[in-house]
């Protein structure tokens, strides 16, 4: 049963359940595709059929004499699309608008959209509007040579030097992989538009509308002022869904033309080549190290795709420059060019794959050095950001190692490939760190305290399914008692003052300052009316001689259980509510936040058991310790850690897409033949965290943990994979025909 009061257990740090669930459960949440307006239309877009080439004609003819057919639009017809501008904030994957041009830049390129009275009709048009294209042979090669000039993420000392001047014993040299990975969350992208002759309102699929207003008002020509976007509840994004992708863009365009609200829907095909996925990366990593086992020099030169068009960067080297101790390190970065479309942000981007090749890479050479696995990380520990030459913020690495090795029970790891025997299965242990960034964003909140004894908390910021409504109603009923069920917390919609993106694990984090602000500014207000209103009980009074607390105004000294309810306080001054707002600002821009490296961390421990005789692998348990600051809620944090690692199992062992070299097209383009983890694959899973707040972000010592749960996790599994089998999994996903040249 959830907790109401304070007595039952802290606000802070307590174990709640979502606020919004029971509007899930019993399917009164109103997503997207959910929505339903008069006289709404129906786009359905037609896609490229070849990687790379130009249209040489487009008839669409036939489709506008279809039922039901308002129009198709082309680059003839649809209107003037934006570029986004290069100073600014706004933030967008695919900056190329629709329609610019007659090349195709990939396959499912977006040539046309149909729009129509029914989707069922739009469907049937957008099949025979009749394209012919010129095609040339499309370059989407896995395997990936630099065509651009390295650059240096962070380097220190002479790492080349240093890895030359090591005896071949003492070094380690190995290149990995990891593929491309498409986003497949339950709830598809989709935008409802609507133009009424000024002013566009867009209901999206978002993970940070304050951008995708800024991005839509750019592209479509139009002020801010006349653009509002709005997102109640979403089925989950993972990054696919930060910003912008181009069907917003044509649905505002034929609501623009037709004057009538329109609704598109990106199929789950679509879902594989026009919304963006993890590009997939190849890491040379090379290791030296002194006799005694500690790191004498690290380097990570990774190559990531790049779309023909496009310059997103995939970090993988962001963790690495602070993640062990050593005098020289070098991370570069290049990119290769290729005929597929646009990546995108997926659940820690960058250094996730990162720390697959660097994770895999210290477990491997700590073998070669026949050190135990867990004792080379432990002897390799940094003291301070050697990157940056500051001290960290807050860091219990070493701690999350040592007791996750004693609830593990590591100790009785027999470091013999396949000597460990459970049950007629072979067991594999393996384990590995990982590390996430903590920043802030800027944000702005209000709050009012209401007359009826509730209160309302807004901000333009968005709840992705990971607890936000839930968590923010936490920290005002933290300051004021109210119970979470008497405070209304108010989001997803640009109206509302403007807040953060929900992405990189920086929300929480950076609403924490803002609501403070805002709920003391309310409180204050509000203690100024019972201070000065003519019949409040205590008129008279100083301001700062009063207090609320669980929800009752008393004088100091008194017991608040003596005190008089809030609401009773402003009915009798006549004073419907009370504001206070709250800002606060980005974290790079904070002097004393700049001096100190500010990161989560993990360890995560593995158990794989193998049957050569059926080459049947399974991930049976995965142990994790995070240290990830001040968790706010339990439960939703125990979620995200969960889930995390789910994902991960499916990044180590079926995650990847097939590409066919003769057009581009993503070949397992469905959820049939992409393969991701079901329950039936999952794991056992054990999480604890230490909970050290670090009040270097925030006042409550929070920092996110929406990526910490994923980041290590695959080379965990390829590690434990190792143990195991004696089979060095060096390019994702592991398969049976890798496992079937095991050892044992």
Not at 58 to 87: C, H, I, Q
Not at 290 to 315: F, M
Not at 379 to 389: A, G, L, Q, T
Not at 580 to 598: E, F, H, L
Request: with cysteine; proline share 5%; net charge neutral.
């Amino acid at each position: 049963m959830q907790a109401t009061t304070k007595e039952a257990q802290p606000w802070i740090g307590g174990d709640f359940s979502r606020t919004d669930g029971p509007f899930k459960v019993s399917g009164t949440a109103t997503y997207t595709s959910d929505v339903n307006l008069p006289g709404m239309l129906y786009a359905v877009p037609v896609c490229a059929t070849i990687g790379t080439g130009r249209i040489k004609r487009l008839d669409t003819a036939v489709a506008l004499k279809m039922p039901g057919v308002r129009s198709v639009l082309t680059r003839e017809n649809g209107g003037k699309f934006y570029s986004v501008g290069f100073a600014t904030d706004a933030k967008i994957d695919e900056k190329r608008p629709p329609f610019e041009d007659d090349l195709i830049r990939y396959y499912g390129q977006y040539v046309a959209v149909v729009v129509a009275d029914t989707f069922e009709q739009a469907t049937a048009a957008a099949r025979v509007v009749d394209v012919a294209y010129e095609a040339r042979q499309p370059d989407i090669r896995v395997r990936m040579t630099a065509e651009s000039t390295p650059s240096i993420d962070t380097q220190r000392g002479d790492a080349e030097a240093a890895f030359a001047a090591t005896a071949e014993s003492l070094r380690f040299d190995q290149t990995y992989t990891t593929p491309v990975e498409t986003h497949n969350p339950i709830e598809l992208h989709a935008t409802v538009a609507l133009f009424d002759g000024t002013n566009y309102t867009f209901y999206e699929t978002s993970q940070s509308i304050v951008n995708q207003r800024k991005v839509m008002a750019m592209m479509l020509g139009v002020s801010e002022d006349n653009v509002r976007v709005i997102m109640k509840f979403l089925g989950s994004g993972f990054g696919g869904k930060l910003f912008p992708w181009s069907h917003s863009l044509l649905a505002a365009a034929a609501a623009r033309q037709l004057k009538r609200p329109v609704k598109l829907v990106v199929s789950r095909e679509m879902m594989f080549h026009n919304v963006g996925h993890r590009t997939n990366t190849q890491q040379r990593i090379r290791l030296s190290a002194s006799a005694d086992g500690h790191l004498s020099s690290l380097q990570q030169d990774y190559i990531y795709k790049n779309a023909r068009v496009e310059n997103r960067k995939e970090n993988c080297g962001e963790a690495t420059g602070y993640l062990y101790s050593t005098p020289n390190l070098r991370v570069s970065a290049a990119y290769a060019r290729r005929d597929i479309a646009p990546s995108t942000s997926m659940r820690g981007p960058g250094a996730v794959p990162g720390l697959f090749a660097v994770e895999s890479a210290v477990d491997e050479f700590a073998i070669k050095l026949n050190i135990d696995p867990l004792e080379f990380r432990l002897r390799n520990e940094p003291k301070i950001d050697e990157s940056r030459n500051v001290p960290f913020s807050s860091r219990h690495m070493q701690e999350c190692m040592v007791r996750g090795a004693e609830q593990f029970d590591w100790k009785k790891r027999m470091p013999g490939v396949g000597s460990m025997r459970r049950d007629g299965h072979i067991v594999g242990w393996g384990m590995a760190v990982g590390s996430w960034a903590a920043r802030r964003l800027s944000t702005e909140v209000s709050v009012e305290l209401r007359g009826d004894g509730t209160a309302r908390v807004a901000c333009a910021t968005q709840d992705i399914g990971t607890g936000t409504y839930t968590v923010v109603g936490q920290m005002v009923a933290e300051l004021t008692g109210i119970p979470l069920d008497r405070i209304n917390v108010v989001l997803g919609d640009t109206v509302l003052p403007p807040g953060p993106m929900s992405g990189g694990s920086m929300l929480t984090a950076s609403l924490v300052p803002a609501v403070n602000d805002a709920t003391r500014a309310a409180i204050q207000q509000l203690l100024l009316t019972a201070a000065q209103a003519e019949h409040s009980p205590f008129a008279g009074q100083a301001a700062d001689a009063l207090a609320l607390e669980r929800g009752m105004v008393y004088r100091k000294g008194t017991s608040p259980g003596a005190g008089i309810p809030f609401g009773r306080i402003l009915q009798g001054a006549q004073v419907n509510a009370v504001m206070g707002k709250g800002r606060s600002g980005a974290s790079q821009d904070d002097a004393d936040a700049s001096q100190v490296s500010i990161h989560s961390y993990c360890a995560h421990f593995v158990e794989v058991t193998w049957q050569p005789e059926i080459a049947r692998l399974r991930v049976a348990r995965v142990l994790s310790v995070i240290d990830g600051g001040k968790v706010i809620n339990a439960r939703t944090g125990l979620n995200q850690i969960q889930g995390a690692i789910v994902m991960g199992v499916g990044m180590a062992l079926f995650e990847q897409t097939h590409y066919d070299a003769r057009s581009g097209a993503p070949v397992n383009r469905n959820l049939a033949d992409y393969v991701m983890t079901t329950h039936a694959d999952a794991p056992k899973i054990d999480v604890t965290f230490l909970d050290y707040p670090d009040f270097a972000l925030n006042s409550l010592g929070a920092r996110g943990i929406g990526e910490i749960g994923l980041a290590g996790v695959a080379p965990a599994i390829t590690n434990a994979v190792y143990h195991a089998t004696g089979v060095r999994v060096r390019d994702l996903p592991i398969g049976i025909e890798d496992l079937m040249a095991s050892r044992v």
